[in-house]
Nanobody, 125 residues
Framework: QVQLVESGGGSVQAGGSLRLSCAAS????????MGWFRQAPGREREFLAG???????YYADSVKGRFTISRDYAKNMVSLQMDSLKPEDTAVYYC???????????????????WGQGTQVTVSS
């Protein structure tokens, strides 16, 4: 069983930055694809970014160029650096882990097996 704990959410003004972190409890973390999703009120959960076992990354168009995903193998952590934040980025942000070792980063919610509890990000105009 993998436990994921997000941190780093909060409130920021438009144009500002936040860095989210996700700590994974399992030693096999390095072999898993990790992803970040978000869910705004009244909307479906949305894929944002993912990073596979070899640090290959993939981004949704909505965040490409503004968000950066990275992982620290030694600390069993994955991070999401969010820059140039917009009010429409307001949502609950979730970290997720895929049990499979994949070359291609999955983007569907159903392909991820473990989820964190979520952290709120609020961007004011």
């Amino acid at each position: 069983q993998v436990q994921l704990v997000e941190s780093g959410g909060g409130s920021v003004q438009a144009g500002g930055s936040l860095r989210l972190s996700c700590a994974a409890s399992v030693r096999t973390f390095s072999g898993q694809t990790m992803g970040w999703f978000r869910q705004a009120p009244g909307r479906e959960r949305e894929f944002l970014a993912g990073i596979n076992w070899s640090a290959g990354t993939y981004y949704a168009d909505s965040v490409k160029g503004r968000f950066t995903i990275s992982r620290d193998y030694a600390k069993n952590m994955v991070s999401l650096q969010m820059d140039s934040l917009k009010p429409e980025d307001t949502a609950v942000y979730y970290c997720a882990a895929d049990r499979a070792r994949r070359a291609v980063v999955p983007i569907r919610e159903s392909e991820y097996d473990y989820w964190g509890q979520g952290t709120q990000v609020t961007v004011s105009s």
